[in-house]
């Protein structure tokens, strides 16, 4: 049995490998899925969301979403085994977290993945991407490979372009006018994002339930996230020079180291299990090794180093904020020496609120900093759970017990049963 601190030793030493080589550009030789295969990778970890979902018998559908700005962005439609064409309306979209994409809320497997469960319950559910993974790689004019331009981007930008972009692709297809929106983490911080930004898009949703909800991470108590993450912070101009735009890409040494080294049963609870506790905190046995060994065939998915830059000023800052860019750039971009905070008061959606007492990512006290300013909150809601922590609600085994029925009782509140379009 590895000691903690030998594993902690074992997480740095991979860490600091990792962003050497992600400096240094060097990259994995990869693999084909065949010799994975014979490498003992489990075939869950190396499909994608079609594949994947069709593996396990739901019908899924790939659709492309065009941004204002330009970024083309893959989304998935997923239908429950059992509905045929009776399927609740409105729809529902389903936004990721940070480093992930949709395929995280399969990862978990059929009896537990979010995905599969809101399915199942036979919802018209959408999954989303937001630009940068890499499903959401493209764009109509620049080049992710060449041209630094893509790579602008954090969260304001995803907030502004990508979630309405995305939300009037599926109400124009479903011919409704109005969703119910899940958004974990990231997800739910980009929805506020468009609130405060965009008039007339929140009033889109007829609800909003965010999961673990990031708008102010100021009490973040994870060490080694707040390093990595302060630490691109300070970075990112050096890592420009080096054309460094882009970090944790799935196909990245980053991504295929921990792929490796998380796909044995053997390996995946010891180390994978413990790293992912280091960084955010030990909940023993809600996260299996099962989904271990998948879950990180598709994260880290990829994101820009301006946004990894924009979580470092987050974890550092008291307000829900925009880029900070400095005062003189501040004062041409925004008109003011301090970066605009974001209007919790736009948010006037119904919103109900999950989140873990044991989450080292976005501490308590900062989702109750976020509740107390958001005006229309129906339930926030402690998971019974003590030791619920951030990934447990994208990962967790025990989804269907701890945050599904609150997720499902809402969901059926603003919802009513229809047919297919
Ligand atoms: C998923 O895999 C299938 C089968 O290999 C492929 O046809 C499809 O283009 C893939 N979808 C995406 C979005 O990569
Ligand atoms: C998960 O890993 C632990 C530690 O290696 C092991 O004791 C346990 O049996 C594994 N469980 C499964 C389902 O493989
Ligand atoms: C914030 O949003 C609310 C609700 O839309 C609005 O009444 C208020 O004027 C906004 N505040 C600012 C500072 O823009």
Redesign the pocket.
């Known amino acids: 049995m590895a000691s903690k601190g030998n594993v902690m030793f074992n997480f740095l030493l991979v860490s600091v490998t990792i962003i050497v080589c992600s400096v240094l550009k060097l990259r994995f030789i990869p693999f084909n899925n065949e010799i994975k295969r014979s490498l003992g990778y489990p075939i869950d970890s190396l499909l994608n969301f079609t594949e994947l979902s069709e593996l396990y018998g739901y019908t899924s559908e790939e659709h492309t979403v065009l941004t204002e700005d330009g970024y083309i962005l893959t989304i998935f439609r997923i239908n429950g085994r059992n509905c045929g064409h009776k399927l609740k309306r409105p729809p529902i979209l389903l936004m990721h977290g940070l480093l992930q994409s949709s395929d995280a809320w399969l990862d978990a497997g059929p009896k537990v993945g979010l995905a599969y469960l809101l399915s199942d319950a036979c919802y018209d559910l959408w999954v989303g991407n937001q630009r940068g993974n890499y499903y959401s790689r493209r764009h109509n004019r620049l080049d992710p490979d060449k041209d630094p331009e893509f790579w602008q981007f954090s969260v304001d930008e995803i907030g502004y372009y990508d979630i309405p972009a995305t939300i009037e692709y599926v109400l124009k297809y479903t011919r409704e006018d109005k969703l119910n929106y899940i958004g974990y983490s990231q997800g739910a911080g980009t929805f506020f994002v468009m609130c405060s930004e965009r008039p007339g898009y929140c009033d889109k949703a007829n609800v909003f339930i965010g999961l673990a909800p990031a708008a102010r991470q100021t009490n973040t108590k994870s060490v080694p996230y707040k390093i990595l993450l302060e630490g691109v912070r300070y970075l990112e101009g050096a890592l420009a020079t080096t054309g460094l735009y882009e970090l944790f890409a799935k196909g990245s040494l980053s991504q295929e180291i921990l792929a490796f080294l998380c796909k044995s ?2 390996t ?3 180390l994978c299990g413990t790293g992912e506790s280091l960084v955010d905190s030990f909940h023993p046995g809600s996260i ?3 989904t271990l060994r998948v879950l990180f065939g598709h994260f880290p998915a990829g994101t820009s180093v301006h946004n990894i830059a924009r979580y470092g000023q987050s974890v550092k800052s008291s307000h829900f904020q925009k880029f900070d860019y400095g005062s003189a750039r501040n004062l041409e971009i925004y008109g003011t020496e301090q970066p605009p905070h974001y209007n919790l008061s736009a948010v006037t959606v119904p919103t109900v609120v999950l989140y873990g007492s044991n989450d080292h990512l976005v501490d308590t006290k900062d989702i109750l900093w976020l509740i107390k300013r958001l005006p229309k909150v129906l339930e926030n809601k402690r998971v019974s759970d003590p030791l619920w922590n951030h990934f447990d609600s994208a990962y967790s085994q025990y989804t269907r017990e701890m945050i599904f029925p609150t997720i499902n009782k809402y969901l059926l509140k603003y919802s009513r049963k229809l047919n297919k379009v």
């Open positions: 049963s053997a995946s609870e010891v299996n090794n099962e």
